[in-house]
């Protein structure tokens, strides 16, 4: 009976094992880049990561339902705490970002986004690259350990995907973020995406927002979305994607990018 018991243990230990997220923080930047992150039809250069090397690694979704199978993971705080039966709640005390913190007071749906006047613990991945598309992919999963007590408050954590180079209609993208809720303008924030009847309004694009996840620690979290850009074919690009805390250090907020998503889509030349 004693070694059944003990069985039972290790079989049910292993299924709850199969259930969760697993975090990997030893990948370098590069590593994550060029081998979890970029699929076809690009060519990347100039990677560089600001930030604890505990706030970027990559991910297996295992059986949780974050709603991405694999790929890159950055966060505000320890990445590895995002595992079931963390806390995603990590004070670094590191430095904020300008365009992050531009990104948060810009929120025109947070009444208290005029109170963000800092930012912290930044994690800045940067890289550049050359498409050879007309148009460039990913997806991605936005999720935080501040949902739902803190929606539309002076502590919205933010980040952003800023983009910098030639612009097809004309001109120049100039860290132009493509974080928005689509369809709108707003960036994607737990103020502009949550469903909670203790506010108002009670849904904000609630049909892109998940609660109470599973396999992870995170409060809420988005459903899987996708981010599409027109490009110049052969041109140079400057990517940066950067998530931080906003007035505090703690609860952070993290950003999951599926591996292999990031790609450029061929140029059509059947008409």
């Known amino acids: 009976m004693y070694c059944f018991l003990i069985l039972l243990f290790i079989l049910l230990l292993s299924i709850n094992v199969k259930g969760q997220i697993t975090i990997d923080p030893n990948p370098s930047a590069y590593d994550l880049v060029t081998n979890t992150l970029i699929g076809p039809g690009l060519v990347t250069s100039n990677i560089t990561f600001l930030g604890n090397s505990n706030q970027i690694g990559s991910f297996n979704a295992g059986t949780s339902n974050i709603g991405l199978p694999t790929g890159i993971v950055m966060s505000s705080g320890d990445v590895t705490s995002i595992q079931a039966g963390g806390n995603p709640s990590t004070n670094y005390g590191g430095p904020g970002d300008a365009d992050v913190l531009a990104t948060a007071q810009s929120v025109t749906s947070n009444p208290n986004a005029g109170f963000i006047n800092t930012t912290n613990d930044a994690a800045v991945l940067e890289f550049d690259f050359i498409p050879d598309g007309d148009e460039v992919i990913f997806n991605f999963v936005f999720a935080s350990e501040e949902y739902l007590t803190w929606i539309n408050s002076q502590y919205n954590d933010a980040f952003g995907f800023y ?109």
């Open 163 to 271: 983009l910098s180079g030639p612009n097809p209609a004309g001109g120049n993208y100039s860290s132009e973020n493509l974080a928005l809720v689509p369809g709108t303008n707003e960036p994607i924030t737990i103020s502009t995406i949550y469903i909670d009847p203790s506010q108002t309004p009670p849904s904000m694009n609630g049909s892109y927002f998940l609660n109470n996840p599973n396999g992870h620690s995170f409060n809420g979290f988005t459903i899987p979305i996708e981010i599409r850009f027109n490009v110049i074919c052969d041109s140079t690009y400057h990517f940066k994607f950067a998530v931080a805390d906003c007035v505090d250090g703690i609860l952070d907020t993290g950003v999951f990018l599926e591996g292999g998503s990031f790609q450029a889509v061929p140029v059509d030349i059947s008409l």
